[in-house]
């Protein structure tokens, strides 16, 4: 009926997160040795020098009320301060173990006590023994930085970003990455890329949403950029389809900017949230019974609720 053909998607390209003998990923040893034969299988990394900006993602759930976390962060990237001649991870872990050293520290350095230091130190040094934080990038074994990939993407392409195996820490701070690099892309904030090459639309895909824009938590810099696309992705041209086990758990700026829900089955406790106050009774009721391939979809173009129903796959369909 909408006239499209049965078969793969072409230009598609996959990004693993690096690991030694592609340990990092669920994904069959073969079936990635196959993708790199095809040049479709790629292994990300991230580089101290090109990539310390987005350190910060990395405290994007880390509670920090006197914003020290922030300060130190801002410290790092500064151009003309003490981290801006560091090289590579290992360097930075050791200028940052001197800031946890009294003796060590300056007049410059009294605004960020010792006690901060070691917990920013605690929380990078468990970060970076993720082998994705490298030293190098080798084209040849099919290394890339993934902002490099991302601001490539031209009309058609497919990109699949593996996170599946890394921790949530690591899973936000790649999924901040995708999402502000994309937003920098559609902004024109990214310099050399020729603006007719853009693509009009680009669709983010993103399984457990909740673990990035919880409604817990209130000063992340991953919800920011999830809160902004939320608001401003329609005249950006960017799509964010999400999926998630509670929708009460999301922050209410995202939620209240979604043009479209999808409510599979729904247990009691879940639907007795003030996010379904407005949702009759009767589909309520139909929520906790809803089978399989059964969803009740809300968009302001339906005057009402919609109970829809995807057929089986056909090899299910005949006995």
């Not at 680009?202 to 939320?230: C, G, M, R, T, W």
């Not at 399989?292 to 129903?309: A, D, H, M, T, V």
Request: with cysteine; proline share 3%.
């Amino acid at each position: 009926m909408l006239e499209l053909k049965s078969e793969p998607f072409k230009q598609v390209q996959y990004y693993y997160p690096f690991s030694d003998n592609f340990g990092n990923t669920s994904h069959r040893k073969e079936d990635i040795e196959r993708q790199v034969k095809l040049n479709k299988a790629h292994f990300y990394k991230y580089l101290f020098e090109e990539d310390k900006e987005i350190i910060k993602l990395l405290f994007a759930n880390v509670e920090d009320p006197q914003q020290t976390m922030d300060s130190i962060n801002e410290r790092i990237i500064q151009e003309n301060g003490e981290f801006s001649n560091i090289r590579n991870w290992n360097s930075f872990k050791e200028k940052v173990n001197q800031y946890c050293q009294p003796g060590n520290r300056n007049k410059n350095d009294s605004d960020i006590l010792v006690g901060s230091w070691k917990k920013f130190k605690r929380i990078i040094n468990t970060a970076l023994t993720n082998q994705i934080f490298g030293n190098t990038v080798s084209e040849q074994d099919n290394e890339v930085r993934l902002k490099e990939e991302l601001i490539k993407i031209r009309k058609n392409d497919v990109y699949v970003i593996d996170v599946a195996k890394l921790d949530d820490t690591m899973q936000g701070f790649v999924f901040g990455d995708v999402m502000k690099t994309i937003s920098e892309l559609k902004d024109g904030q990214i310099e050399g890329i020729n603006e007719k090459e853009i693509p009009s639309k680009i669709i983010i895909f993103i399984d457990e949403l909740n673990k990035y824009a919880s409604s817990d938590v209130h000063n992340s810099p991953i919800l920011k950029q999830i809160i902004d696309i939320s608001e401003r992705g329609r005249t950006q041209g960017i799509i964010l389809f999400s999926a998630e086990q509670f929708r009460s758990a999301i922050h209410d700026r995202v939620t209240g900017n979604c043009s479209t829900h999808a409510y599979g089955r729904t247990n009691a406790i879940e639907i007795s949230k003030k996010d379904y106050s407005y949702i009759p009774q009767v589909y309520k009721g139909m929520m906790t019974r809803l089978v399989q391939g059964q969803l009740i979809l809300q968009n302001p173009i339906f005057r009402s609720l919609l109970n829809i129903k995807f057929p089986k796959p056909l090899y299910r369909q005949f006995k």
